[in-house]
């Protein structure tokens, strides 16, 4: 079955060392090791034109089947893959095709920064009443689960989960200060190059924030933990607050460290 029109329950990756077709690519590969696979149906830009928004261009619709399709793709044929149909990407739902594509980035961004990677399932469930409480539960740990599974596998950046929200490229996210972009997400500490754990625990002792490995994941909404923990507003907004601003010290970080390099290089 297609993908309902929404709304739609999203998860997000950010990969500070890789291009947009690698991004995406990585995150095909743990998804079809985690069980997901390919529905045959993709889209794609010819060239390899930057762009915003998939939309941006003439989106052409081709078959992918494989990894080797998208190779080829991407690397013989010169296209740009920006969607992919796959089964079972969320484990949410078996009998529906979900999308795996790039979230949207300011023009100006595409000159000095790239696309995080989006799966996007049917979030439907979640805003239906009938449905009950302990239903909705469910389906938010077996998505907590997905998500962590896929984080513990990727070791993205920084990720994320939301409804019908996208995650923002660090060159953005100084205009969207002020939204709660970061309520369920993942932090790499290797990325940020401080203890995400600690940093978050001295905001509020009843945050939800979990270690993983070298890395936190940090939740405020009660279907996105085990303990269906949910902070109040003006927390939700503190905790954005501190991811938005450690997010972009690194990414300043990173940003001085490539134009050094760079320097270098032409010197030498």
Not at 56 to 67: E, G, I, K, T
Not at 239 to 257: D, G, M, P, T, W
């Amino acid at each position: 079955m297609k993908l309902h029109l929404g709304p739609f329950l999203e998860m997000h990756f950010y990969f500070a060392d890789c291009s947009d077709q690698e991004s995406l690519r990585r995150v095909l590969v743990a998804l079809q090791e985690g069980g997901a696979h390919y529905t045959g149906s993709a889209l794609a830009h010819k060239g390899q034109q930057s762009f915003g928004s998939v939309s941006d261009q003439q989106r052409l619709a081709v078959p992918l089947f494989n990894l080797n399709d998208y190779d080829r793709y991407c690397y013989q044929n010169e296209y740009q893959i920006v969607q992919v149909g796959m089964l079972n990407a969320s484990t949410l739902y078996s009998d529906f095709e979900e999308i795996v594509t790039y979230s949207s980035i300011s023009t100006a961004a595409t000159l000095t920064d790239h696309h995080p990677v989006s799966i996007w399932t049917d979030g439907a469930d979640f805003h239906d009443r009938h449905l009950g409480a302990i239903h909705h539960q469910r389906l938010g740990q077996r998505c907590y689960q997905r998500f962590r599974w896929l984080c513990c596998n990727l070791q993205p950046s920084y990720a994320s989960i939301s409804f019908n929200g996208s995650l923002i490229c660090p060159s953005d996210l100084q205009q969207f200060a002020k939204q709660p972009l970061f309520q369920d997400f993942f932090l790499n500490d290797s990325y940020l190059g401080i203890d995400s754990y600690i940093l978050f625990q001295a905001i509020s002792p009843a945050l939800y924030i979990e270690k993983i490995d070298d890395s936190s994941y940090i939740s405020t909404s009660r279907f996105f933990n085990p303990f269906a923990s949910c902070a109040e507003r003006s927390l939700i907004y503190e905790v954005n607050h501190c991811a938005i601003e450690a997010i972009s010290v690194a990414h300043q970080r990173l940003f001085r460290y490539q134009a050094r390099e760079a320097l270098n290089q032409r010197q030498t």
